[in-house]
């Protein structure tokens, strides 16, 4: 019912900018509680930012709290992932995730969403 298509992902050095894109079908995202997860090699699923349907909320993990912003930009139904001041640690395959089932929350729980992009590869350079 919702495809996720993230992109801008790339080989960056430490102290770079990035952005990236989630172009979502099949259900507009003003309806869709959104979410970006990342995934390093040998740890598990992170959750990094998330916003809720009306835009009202948003959640930050510590780790990447005012370094990186969640967007959208509802005409062209996309969520953004700007990130700032990599570092090597942000390294990981970064995941959108869609949460169709939830009216205001934002969930760090990578469960609570049900739809979910295939991953872009981040590399940052130390």
């Known amino acids: 019912q919702v495809q996720l298509v993230e992109s801008g992902g790339g080989l960056v050095q430490a102290g770079d900018s990035l952005r990236l894109s989630c172009a979502a079908s099949g259900r507009t995202v003003s309806s869709l509680g959104m979410g970006w997860f990342r995934q390093a090699p040998g740890k598990e699923r992170e959750f990094v930012t998330g916003?809720?349907?009306?835009?009202?909320?948003?959640l930050y993990a510590d780790s990447v709290q005012g370094r990186f912003a969640i967007s959208r930009d509802i005409a062209k139904n996309t969520v953004f992932l700007q990130m700032n001041t990599l570092k090597p640690d942000d390294t990981a395959v970064y995941y959108c995730a869609a949460d169709s089932t939830h009216n205001w929350s934002v969930y760090r729980q990578s469960d609570q969403y049900d739809y979910w992009g295939q991953g872009t590869q981040v590399t940052v350079s130390s």
């Open positions: 916003i809720n349907r009306s835009g009202s909320r948003m």
